[in-house]
C-alpha cells in the first residue's frame, strides 16, 4: 500500500469575533501552534500580534467571544483547526475575577531561576509530575470595583480536603494582577491532587482548580 503524504506545519492562524458578528482579529504566527490569550477588553478591530512565550495576543471586547484556530502547511493549506467559545471578562464591574491557572514544570534551579526571569514562558499542557519536579504557577487576580487582589491557595487531596497551604507572591514586574507560586512536589505521595485558588467577594469566593498527578 502507499502512506499518506506528511505536510509540515507552517504557521498556525488564529480568527477571533463576536457570535454572530464581523471578525475582530485575524492573525498568523509560525508552528507549532500555542493556544492564544485575550489581552485586556479593548476597541475591537487591533490586528493580532505575535507575544512571547509562542502567544498570539489581540483586542477584544467584553462578552462571547469565538475562535477558530488553524494549523497550516507552507500553501496555506488547513492541517488541523479547533474551535473555541469564551466569555470575555468586563473588567469594570464591581465583582472579583482570576484567570486560568498557568502550570509550568521544572527540574533544576536553573529551570527555576529561567521561569522567573521570562515574562512569558511557554505553559505545560501536561497534567502528569514526578516528585522530582516542581510546579510554577501563574494567574492574574482582579479585585472588585479595581482594588487590590488578595487570592489564597492551598493544595487539596483528590477527595478536597485540604492538605497545605500555597504561599501566593504578587509579580509585580509583569503587573498589577500577576501572581505567581511554586510549588515543590519532593514531599508529595504518588497520587492525584487538586490546586485551589480563591479570591474573596461580597457573596462567595471565586474560584479556580486545577487537577494534576504526581508520580513516583
Not at 507552507?74 to 498557568?102: C, H, I, N, T, W
Not at 516542581?134 to 492538605?163: E, I, K, S
Amino acid at each position: 500500500g502507499t502512506g499518506a503524504r506528511r505536510v509540515a506545519a507552517a504557521q498556525r492562524a488564529v480568527r477571533a469575533g463576536g457570535q454572530p458578528g464581523p471578525a475582530y482579529s485575524r492573525g498568523t504566527g509560525p508552528a507549532p501552534a500555542a493556544a492564544p490569550a485575550p489581552a485586556a477588553p479593548a476597541t475591537p478591530g487591533a490586528p493580532a500580534s505575535e507575544a512571547g512565550g509562542g502567544r498570539i495576543t489581540f483586542q477584544a471586547p467584553p462578552g462571547p467571544l469565538q475562535l477558530r484556530m488553524s494549523v497550516e502547511g507552507a500553501a496555506g493549506q488547513v492541517l488541523d483547526s479547533d474551535f473555541r467559545d469564551l466569555v470575555v471578562p468586563d473588567y469594570a464591574k464591581a465583582e472579583p475575577m482570576l484567570s486560568v491557572l498557568a502550570l509550568y514544570r521544572a527540574r533544576t534551579q536553573r529551570d527555576v531561576n529561567l521561569l522567573l526571569a521570562d515574562a512569558n514562558p511557554r505553559p505545560t499542557t501536561a497534567r502528569e509530575f514526578s516528585r522530582t519536579e516542581r510546579l510554577h504557577v501563574r494567574f492574574q487576580a482582579y479585585a472588585p470595583g479595581g482594588g487590590t487582589a488578595t487570592p489564597t491557595a492551598r493544595l487539596l487531596n483528590r477527595g478536597g480536603t485540604r492538605m497545605a497551604d500555597v504561599q501566593i507572591r504578587p509579580a509585580a514586574g509583569r503587573g498589577s494582577a500577576d501572581f505567581e507560586a511554586d510549588i515543590p512536589l519532593a514531599n508529595l505521595p504518588a497520587g492525584d491532587f487538586l490546586l485551589e485558588v480563591a479570591l474573596p467577594g461580597e457573596q462567595a469566593p471565586t474560584k479556580q482548580l486545577v487537577a494534576f498527578r504526581v508520580t513516583s
